[in-house]
């Protein structure tokens, strides 16, 4: 651009001076046009570029559109799996909720388990292979002894929990130390249980701890008394013998029962 301008002006000088000659002016035209088409080469090329730049943009700005839009999809993927995770957490807390239900149904049907192996011996003596045959028929041949305690719990079953708490009564006095004695006075405290008269059933259930203290119901008898105290409202005293049957009996139904009802009580 420099170069075209001092030709320019050499050119007005020549004319000016009056000394410029055909042939200098010929050659002051060919540089001109020489110049001239480097410039119109510049300004190709600068327009050249201009479109690349141009194109290279909106290039650029068709990706910057696809990649807005594949933002844009993964927030609404982002979202969707949001949502499906907050829905298998809910599924989730609704599988643990399930599953703890379950596992206390499982305590309980282990409970009426247990309360089946202490009636174990009782069936025994009632005669378990006579089948649909009643029970005054099963125990013939039995001894004074085992008929007495059969004829008792049957009643107890029946759910004549009066009479069949006199029956038992009646058991422990003429038989109070036999292999039966420690079943017949947990009955009797569940006698009471059952009819809700939870004061006279813990001081039943006493006894079977007292009087028979190495005697399998004594878990039972306790697990019972606990319970008794809670449906007395006497939280304090029912937590005290529920930590004491984990303590001693720790692998037992019983504390599994035990430790289920202090997490009842604590919440």
């Known amino acids: 651009m420099k170069t075209f301008v001092f030709l320019l002006l050499f050119a007005s000088l020549i004319c000016t001076a009056g000394c410029a000659t055909t042939k200098d ?16 080469e510049e300004d190709a090329g600068i327009r050249k570029d201009i479109a690349m730049i141009k194109e290279a943009q909106a290039s650029l700005q068709k990706s910057q559109a696809e990649m807005r839009a594949d933002i844009t999809e993964m927030r609404d993927g982002i979202q969707s799996l949001r949502g499906i995770t907050e829905g298998l957490r809910k599924e989730m807390a609704a599988i643990a909720a399930i599953r703890e239900r379950l596992d206390n149904v499982s305590l309980k049907i282990n409970f009426i388990e247990d309360f089946l192996d202490i009636g174990k011996r009782e069936n025994d003596s009632e005669g378990g292979k006579a089948g649909k045959a009643s029970l005054k028929n099963a125990i013939k041949g039995k001894t004074d002894k085992e008929s007495a305690y059969a ?16 029956e038992f009564q009646n058991f422990l006095k003429q038989y109070p130390d036999s292999e039966y004695s420690d079943n017949a006075q947990f009955w009797i405290g569940e006698s009471f249980y059952f009819e809700k008269k939870y004061e006279k059933a813990i001081l039943e259930y006493e006894k079977v701890v007292k009087n028979y203290p190495k005697g399998s119901k004594v878990p039972y008898a306790l697990l019972k008394q606990g319970l008794s105290f809670l449906n007395l409202g006497d939280k304090a005293s029912a937590i005290l013998i529920l930590q004491q049957i984990i303590k001693k009996y720790p692998n037992t139904n019983q504390a599994r029962i035990a430790r289920a009802k202090l997490v009842e009580i604590n919440k």
């Open 25 to 40: 002016l010929q050659r002051v035209h060919g540089d001109l046009d020489r110049q001239i088409l480097a410039l119109r």
């Open 151 to 166: 004829l008792a719990y049957e009643t107890f079953k029946e759910g004549k929990y009066e009479k069949a708490r006199g």
